[in-house]
Every structure is written in structure tokens, then in C-alpha cells.
């Protein structure tokens, strides 16, 4: 069982529409993590991150977390063609050094 | 960003060819990572290092080495490049830990190998 689980897409949705990307985990240790977007040909850049149950909004973006079900969560909200890159999934237990990565969700936002 | 600095940008080289690759930060943070990026496999770590002289394996370490002599530089050497080591790699630092929570990795600009 891989470390951390993403739908690979790809996933289409309209401008202005709201694009829900989702990824699950297999260590319950798990207590940090990260949602990181990467256009094409470039390095990845960090969104956000999130440590505790619930959702955190950051402009157009919420993080949502449940640890009970190991799911974390990104909504995207109006978006815009500018959106559109993969998305990585990233999870760290707790203070340990290594980060795992999903494999990415590709979002194509339709003008 | 972090002030992340890879060098060089592209790279080809021929099978059997010792390669260097360089990671510069400005940032002064303890950890840094090497990750090499393959379609269908996502980001897999090669080594990582957490002070001056101390590193330890990733997940795919076989083939590469590491060295880090200077806290603002970690290198990543193929002794001996293969294709199967064809790829994007990506330097990676993380910030100070706060408690049980971790820093997020922050990336630089990478490099693109290819093994001919």
C-alpha cells in the first residue's frame, strides 16, 4: 500500500466551478500535511498546509483534514484558468525527516 | 522562496559518466533533500541530509551518493550514470520543526538529467 494516494485525473472542471482534489494516507502517525501545486516544467511551490482536524481557507483555497478516515482535502473555489497544473499531496509523521508524496492530480480548468 | 539554487539547470551526459549535481540555499535551514520526479512514480526521496556531514538514504538511494560539507550546500553525485537514472531532480530545504508539527519543503527550480 503506497504512503499517501492520489486520483491521478485527470480532472476537468469549468471556469468559476469549485475543483475538490482528495488524497488519502496510510500512517495514522501522520500529523503534518501539505498540498503543493507544480506547472508543467516547473518545481512544485507549496499552497498550504494543515496539522489539525477541520478546514483552513486561504483565499480561494481550503484545506480540509479528517483524520479518523486519513483523508485531507483541497477545494479550489472560481476556478481560473491560471489553476490549472498537478496537484501533490504530501504527508510527514510528525517531526520525522521524510515527507511522502502522492503522485499528483492534474486539473484542467476550462475557460 | 527559499533561495534555492540548482546547478546545472539541464545536463546530458553518457551511461557510465560520474555527474555532480549542486544544491545552494541562502536560508541557513538544517535540512535539505534530494528528490528525482518520473511520470507515474511522483516525488521519490534519494538522500537527505539533517546538518553538516549528517545524511542518511531515501527510498531510491542506490546509485547516488551525498555530501554536504557546508551547511548552504548539499551535492548529489552519480558514480556511475545509468538511463534508468534519466530524470528531474529537485533540491529541498525545510525550515525549523515547531513541537509536533513539521515545516513544509520548499523546492528549487531543479535539474533535468538525461542519460544517453
Known amino acids: 500500500q503506497k504512503e499517501v494516494e492520489q486520483n491521478s485525473g485527470p480532472l476537468s472542471v469549468p471556469e468559476g466551478a469549485i475543483a475538490s482534489l482528495n488524497c488519502t494516507y496510510s500512517d495514522r502517525g501522520s500529523q503534518s500535511f501539505f498540498w503543493y501545486r507544480q506547472y508543467s516544467g516547473k518545481s512544485p511551490e507549496l499552497i498550504m498546509f494543515i496539522y489539525s482536524n477541520g478546514d483552513k481557507e486561504d483565499g480561494r483555497f481550503t484545506a480540509q483534514l479528517n483524520k479518523a478516515s486519513q483523508y485531507v482535502s483541497l477545494l479550489i473555489r472560481d476556478s481560473q484558468p491560471s489553476d490549472s497544473a498537478t496537484y501533490l499531496c504530501?504527508?510527514?509523521?510528525?517531526?520525522?525527516?521524510?515527507?511522502?508524496f502522492g503522485t499528483g492530480t492534474s486539473l484542467t480548468v476550462i475557460p | 522562496d527559499a533561495g534555492i539554487t540548482q546547478s546545472p539547470r539541464h545536463k546530458v551526459t553518457e551511461t557510465g559518466t560520474p555527474v555532480t549535481l549542486r544544491c545552494h540555499q541562502t536560508e541557513n535551514h538544517r535540512y535539505m533533500y534530494w528528490y528525482r520526479q518520473d511520470p507515474g512514480h511522483g516525488l521519490r526521496l534519494i538522500h537527505y541530509?539533517?546538518?553538516?556531514?549528517?545524511?542518511d538514504k531515501g527510498e531510491v538511494s542506490d546509485g547516488y551518493s551525498v555530501s554536504r560539507s557546508k551547511t548552504e550546500d548539499f551535492l548529489l553525485t552519480l558514480e556511475s550514470a545509468t538511463s534508468s537514472q534519466t530524470s528531474v531532480y529537485f533540491c529541498a530545504t525545510k525550515g525549523p520543526t515547531g513541537g509536533r508539527y513539521n515545516s513544509p519543503l520548499h523546492f528549487g527550480n531543479g535539474t533535468r538529467l538525461t542519460v544517453t
Open positions: 541530509s539533517y546538518g553538516v556531514k549528517d545524511t
Open positions: 504530501a504527508v510527514n509523521r510528525g517531526t520525522g525527516n521524510q515527507f511522502y
